[in-house]
């Protein structure tokens, strides 16, 4: 079957860093572009980053912009995409998740096609 596995979550103090990886499972994702959300307690999920199939083209949310990097390398045998977390605030605490699509980039997780089970990241003192 043809999932996504995201890994790398835990408990970071408020200015720390955490690195999430995603990966598929059943599929490679050199041709998908990939996508970060999250949401928290009673609220809707929201778009973190995404990235293209190719890497040329990358999004970020206002709110995580110059702290989170996302990346991808498709010349590895396995590809994976991570997001690289810092200056983590408390308003980062979430279930983050991975997403993937074959088509273009969009921050409705509607059109996302793939989603993995997501990794609880929580930034407290």
């Known amino acids: 079957q043809m999932h996504l596995e995201e890994s790398g979550g835990g408990l970071v103090q408020p200015g720390g860093s955490l690195s999430l990886s995603c990966a598929a499972s059943?599929?490679?994702?050199?041709?998908?572009?990939v996508a970060w959300f999250r949401q928290a307690p009673g609220k809707e999920r929201e778009g973190v980053s995404c990235i293209s199939s190719s890497g040329s083209t990358l999004y970020y949310a206002e709110s995580v912009k110059g702290r989170f990097t996302i990346s991808r390398d498709n010349a590895k045998n396995t590809v994976t995409v991570p997001l690289q977390m810092s200056t983590l605030r408390p308003e980062d605490t979430a279930v983050y998740f991975c997403a993937a699509t074959g088509r273009s980039l969009s921050p409705d997780p509607a059109h996302w096609d793939f989603w993995g089970q997501g990794t609880q990241v929580t930034v407290s003192s």
């Open positions: 059943g599929f490679t994702l050199n041709m998908y572009a």
